[in-house]
């Protein structure tokens, strides 16, 4: 089964900075039998303010089909933290594990206004991690 393809995006703006996540399967690195579950995501942060921004920090919280969450916090993103003037965007792609086929994740960036030195939280938006072994159910 190859990797599934982004078919959906999930996005949010917190004080003129739009998050975007689109979320993906990866069966190649995936593990079913093993309960291993792998997904990658494409994450567009998006300066739509006036001020330069810096993402400091982040906080993920990553919640498997069972409940569990697991809490993941550090600097930067990809070991960066990138400075986003206005108008300028900076995309990345990383990955989470999964001991069951579903999930979700949602989380915070931390942010400092480089020009008044404030510093902000900007939401992740909640986003699914649903692989092709999760059964569907209609409601």
């Known amino acids: 089964m190859a990797n599934a393809p982004t078919t959906a995006f999930y ?3 917190t004080r003129d900075i739009l998050v975007r996540a689109a ?3 990866l069966a190649d690195q995936s593990e079913p039998d093993e309960d291993r579950f792998v997904w990658a995501y494409r994450i567009t942060i998006e300066n739509r303010g006036r001020s330069t921004v810096q993402l400091i920090s982040r906080t993920w919280r990553i ?11 550090g600097e930067g993103v990809v070991g960066e933290q990138p400075v986003l003037k206005p108008g300028e965007a900076f ?3 990383s990955g989470t594990p999964l001991d069951t ?10 942010m400092v206004d480089r020009t008044s030195g404030a510093a ?3 939401i992740i938006p909640a986003f699914s991690l649903d692989s092709p072994y999760q059964p569907s159910r209609l409601h």
Do not use: C, I, N, W
């Open 23 to 25: 979320p993906f399967y």
């Open 91 to 93: 995309e990345y792609t």
């Open 120 to 122: 902000f939280d900007v």
């Open 11 to 13: 996005e949010t703006t």
């Open 63 to 73: 919640t498997d089909a069972q409940g569990r969450t697991k809490l993941v916090q």
């Open 101 to 110: 086929p579903s999930g979700f994740m949602a989380g915070d960036y931390h």
